[in-house]
T-cell receptor, first 112, second 113 residues
Framework: SQTIHQWPATLVQPVGSPLSLECTVE??????LYWYRQAAGRGLQLLFY??????ISSEVPQNLSASRPQDRQFILSSKKLLLSDSGFYLC???????????FGPGTRLLVL | EDQVTQSPEALRLQEGESSSLNCSYT??????LFWYRQDPGKGPEFLFT???AGEEKEKERLKATLTKKESFLHITAPKPEDSATYLC??????????????FGSGTQLTVLP
C-alpha cells in the first residue's frame, strides 16, 4: 500500500531563517506531487506541483521554492522566511493514470 | 477560472439529526469532484470521487451526490465522531497531466451528543 510522510510535524522558526520541509511517498512510482498551504479556517492553496523528477511548476509568486531530487521525494524550501509564511503545509500525491490526490499529515510552521 | 463554493461555512447538528452539505462548482470540463474530511491539525482524508452527473457514492453515514452544477454530502444520523471540516474539490480536464485540484473553503461540522 501507498504511504506519504512529511517532516517535521511542527516547526517554529525566526523571521529571516531558512526552511526545508520534506515529503516522501512509498509504494508508488512516478506520482504527481503537490505542495499546498492552508491558512487557519481556510481552504487549500496550491503552491507547487511536479509531474516528474526535476519538473516543478509554481502556482503563486512567493519566496518559497520546491525541488524534486528523486521520484518520490518533494522538498519545499525558503532562503529567508517571512511572517506571512506561517501556516499548515500539506504534501499530496496522485498515482500515474489516477485522479484522486492523497494527503500527508502536514507540517505546522510558525514564523516568529 | 474554476470556482468551488461550499455552504454552509459551519453547521451544528444534534446527534441523529440528518443534514446535507453543499458544494457548488464551475469548471470548463469536469475531471472529477472530490470530497475530503479533515480533522484539526491533520491532513485531509479522502472520502469520495464523483465523475459524472447522477453518480452517487456511500460510505457508512455519508452519501455524496453530483449534478452538473453542484454536489451534496448527505449525513444520515450523524454521531459526534463525524465532527470535522469537510472539503470539496474539483479537477478540470484542461489541467492535463498536472491534474491540479481547486478546493472550496470547507464546511466545519459539529455534531453534539
Amino acid at each position: 500500500s501507498q504511504t506519504i510522510h512529511q517532516w517535521p510535524a511542527t516547526l517554529v522558526q525566526p523571521v529571516g531563517s531558512p526552511l526545508s520541509l520534506e515529503c516522501t511517498v512509498e509504494g508508488t512510482s512516478n506520482p504527481n506531487l503537490y505542495w499546498y498551504r492552508q491558512a487557519a479556517g481556510r481552504g487549500l492553496q496550491l503552491l507547487f506541483y511536479s509531474v516528474g523528477i526535476g519538473q516543478i511548476s509554481s502556482e503563486v509568486p512567493q519566496n518559497l521554492s520546491a525541488s524534486r531530487p528523486q521520484d518520490r521525494q518533494f522538498i519545499l524550501s525558503s532562503k529567508k522566511l517571512l511572517l506571512s509564511d506561517s501556516g499548515f503545509y500539506l504534501c499530496a500525491w496522485v498515482g500515474q493514470g489516477k485522479e484522486t490526490q492523497y494527503f500527508g499529515p502536514g507540517t505546522r510552521l510558525l514564523v516568529l | 477560472e474554476d470556482q468551488v463554493t461550499q455552504s454552509p461555512e459551519a453547521l451544528r447538528l444534534q446527534e441523529g439529526e440528518s443534514s446535507s452539505l453543499n458544494c457548488s462548482y464551475t469548471v470548463s470540463g469536469l475531471r472529477g469532484l472530490f470530497w475530503y474530511r479533515q480533522d484539526p491539525g491533520k491532513g485531509p482524508e479522502f472520502l469520495f470521487t464523483l465523475y459524472s452527473a447522477g453518480e452517487e457514492k456511500e460510505k457508512e453515514r455519508l452519501k455524496a451526490t453530483l449534478t452538473k452544477k453542484e454536489s451534496f454530502l448527505h449525513i444520515t444520523a450523524p454521531k459526534p465522531e463525524d465532527s470535522a471540516t469537510y472539503l470539496c474539490a474539483v479537477g478540470d480536464l484542461s489541467s492535463g497531466s498536472a491534474r491540479q485540484l481547486t478546493f472550496g473553503s470547507g464546511t466545519q461540522l459539529t455534531v453534539l451528543p
